[in-house]
Every structure is written in structure tokens, then in C-alpha cells.
């Protein structure tokens, strides 16, 4: 499954970081998405959706709802089969979106999602 982790981090303290190296781990081809970093975890990093070639099974969003909006449309245009809605990325605006296209979504945690084999 390919799997564009919107907001990922080359931190290794936040959850989009341990979501990067857990989807990894799960055999999951892993695009990571930040518009400021090169690569993360040895990844080559596309600085937007946009910018992602080929399809994409899901995206998984680690991007609080203040910065949403203007992504909306990259992620609708992408058209994943799946958006990932996680902790602290909730966004009515987002969902509203996702409604209108006709994109799957749920609200849940990628993490424990992988952990309990719901991915």
C-alpha cells in the first residue's frame, strides 16, 4: 500500500515521525510530505501532494486544522482511496471536503490502527 503522510517530521518525537518509520516496518511504501525538509528517515520527502506522481492508496494527516484549508484541494485532486484523519488534525472543513468528493476518511490514530492490524 502507498501510504503520503501529510505533515510528516524528521522529528522523532512526534507521531508523524513514528507513523513514517512504523508504516515502514509494516511493509507500506512510505511518501513523507513537508514543503521544509529534504528527506525524512531516508525518504525523499514531495514538498506537496501535488507533487506526488502516481497513485496513492492513503493519505494520512498530521497537519493541524489551522493549516488544512489550503491543502484540501492537493488532497482531493490526489484522490487516495483513504484519508487518515489523525489525533489533532481533526478539521470540519476538512471532512466537509473529503464529503463533497466522495473520499473515504476516519478519524483514528495510524499508529494504533497499525498496531491492532487495522490498517
Known amino acids: 500500500m502507498r501510504v503520503a ?3 510528516a517530521s524528521p522529528n522523532k518525537e512526534r507521531y508523524s515521525n513514528k507513523a513514517v518509520l512504523a508504516l515502514r516496518a509494516h511493509g ?3 511518501v ?7 528527506t525524512i528517515e531516508g525518504l525523499t520527502v514531495a514538498k506537496t501532494l501535488s507533487a506526488i506522481k502516481g ?7 498530521y497537519v493541524g486544522p ?3 484549508g489550503g491543502l484540501i484541494p492537493e488532497i482531493v485532486a490526489l484522490n487516495p ?5 489523525n489525533p489533532g488534525a481533526e478539521s470540519d ?3 466537509k471536503g473529503l464529503k463533497a468528493a466522495n473520499i473515504p476518511y476516519e478519524e483514528a490514530c495510524t ?3 497499525l498496531r491492532t492490524g487495522q490498517f
Not at 513523507?32 to 529534504?38: D, I, R
Not at 482511496?81 to 484523519?85: A, L, N, Q, T, Y
Open 5 to 7: 503522510v501529510l505533515g
Open 28 to 30: 507500506h511504501e512510505v
Open 32 to 38: 513523507p510530505v513537508n514543503p521544509t525538509q529534504a
Open 55 to 61: 497513485p496513492v492508496d492513503t493519505v494520512t494527516v
Open 66 to 68: 489551522q493549516h488544512i
Open 81 to 85: 482511496k483513504r484519508v487518515i484523519i
Open 93 to 95: 472543513e476538512l471532512i
Open 111 to 113: 499508529l494504533v490502527l
